[in-house]
Structure formats: C-alpha cells, structure tokens
Antibody, heavy 119, light 110 residues
Framework: QLQLRESGPGLVKPSETLSLICSVS??????????WGWIRRPPGKGLEWVGN???????YYNPALKSRVSISVDTSKNQFSLRLNSVTAADTAVYYC???????????WGQGALVTVSS | QSVLTQPPSVSGTPGQRITISCSGS????????LNWYQHLPETAPKLLIY???QRPSGVPDRFSGSKSGTSASLAISGLQSEDEGDYFC???????????FGGGTKLTVL
C-alpha cells in the first residue's frame, strides 16, 4: 500500500523559507504516469494547489505562488520536497503531499503537516 | 474568489439525497474533466469522483458525479452522519494554467 508522509518544521518565521519533505513508501516515485504534488489548506479556508512535479520532468506551479515556490524530486531517497520563500502569515496552512493519477487526480495523500508562520 | 463556484453550505437528514453544485467557465469545466474531493475533519482529503463521473475503488456508489457544459454536480444518496465535512470540486484551468479548486461546500447532516 502506497504511503506518503510529510516532514519538516512546524513553525517558520516571517520572511524565511518553508521547507517540507514528502517521503514515499510502498511504491516508487519513478512510477510511470504519476505526478507528485503539494496542496495546502489554510485555517478556515479551502484547498489550494501549490505545485506538481513528474519524477523526470519540469514542475508546474500555482501562478500565484510561482515566484516563491520550488518543488524537486530526489529519486535516490524516494522523496520530493517543497520550498516556499519569503513566507507570511498567509502561508500558514496544513500542507499535504499527494500522488496524482494525472495532473489533478490526487489518489493518495499524506496525513498533512501544519506549518505556522509566526515570529 | 474561486474560479469555481460552489454553495458554501448544504444540509440534509440521514437517508436523504443531496446535491452540491459546481459552476465554472469555458476555460476550465467547459473543456477539462472535473474531480470531487471529500475533506472530513482531522483527515486528509480523499478523491471521491474523477473524470466527471468515475469513482475510485472503495468509494461507495452512494456518491455520484455529473457534468454538463460548464456546470457539474455531486450527489450523495442515503446520507450518513459520517459524510459530514467539506466537499471541493476541482479542475485544470487552461487560462490560469493551473489546478483550481472550488471554494468548498460544508455538508451538515442534521
């Protein structure tokens, strides 16, 4: 059974960089036809797409975050990661990593990681 | 302001059938397949419906999706208390060049 798990600091200071890793087990991140993505949900708000990546391709980013976000894959560790620069309180959210069957069909999700931006 | 419009809330009693609407435009629903996600409290979101009408393995047939033009809907029949949570429609938007979600609909089972 495929499992995903997010890890990283739960507290980040304003203007600093948010970094999260998604560890994939029970399957390969090189799986053909599957994308890997990050989605977040701020408190009291809805789901928001952050970005997707294919294991050997270029990432896709939410245009609203594109100038601050970076997603990369480490196939040797079966992991993919998220970096979000210059964070503000508006970036406080539960961040989920997910496997996608296509570009928008996320069929496996991590349990989520709450990241709070505060000084 | 979401590019996909959903009602903020809907409610029903156990056993009842409810529907949740999702309205978009020609750049998203009008040309790309729609997915529905269920997000229950203290859990990860779950893919409920993909490609407009398809249910992933394990999703009960109480859940069904439909789409026509730039509108879609999710129907839940035989409503159960454990269905209470948030429901989101989502689609790729060709104009924004990104994956977008509706604002979400909170389902309350009375």
């Amino acid at each position: 059974q495929l499992q995903l798990r997010e890890s990283g600091p739960g507290l980040v200071k304003p203007s600093e960089t948010l970094s999260l890793i998604c560890s994939v087990s029970g399957g390969s991140i090189r799986s053909t036809g599957h994308y890997w993505g990050w989605i977040r949900r701020p408190p009291g708000k809805g789901l928001e797409w952050v970005g997707n990546i294919y294991y050997n391709g270029s990432p896709y980013y939410n245009p609203a975050l594109k100038s601050r976000v970076s997603i990369s894959v480490d196939t040797s560790k079966n992991q993919f990661s998220l970096r979000l620069n210059s964070v503000t309180a508006a970036d406080t959210a539960v961040y989920y990593c997910a496997r996608l069957m296509g570009v928008t069909e996320a069929d496996y999700w991590g349990q989520g990681a709450l990241v709070t931006v505060s000084s | 302001q979401s590019v996909l419009t959903q009602p903020p809330s809907v409610s029903g009693t156990p056993g009842q059938r409810i529907t949740i609407s999702c309205s978009g435009s020609s750049s998203n629903l009008g040309r790309n397949p729609l997915n529905w996600y269920q997000h229950l409290p203290e859990t990860a979101p779950k893919l409920l419906i993909y490609t407009n009408t398809q249910r992933p393995s394990g999703v009960p047939d109480r859940f069904s999706g439909s789409k026509s033009g730039t509108s879609a809907s999710l129907a839940i029949s035989g409503l159960q208390s454990e269905d209470e949570g948030d429901y989101f429609c989502s689609v790729w938007d060709d104009s924004l060049n990104g994956w977008v979600f509706g604002g979400g609909t909170k389902l309350t089972v009375l």
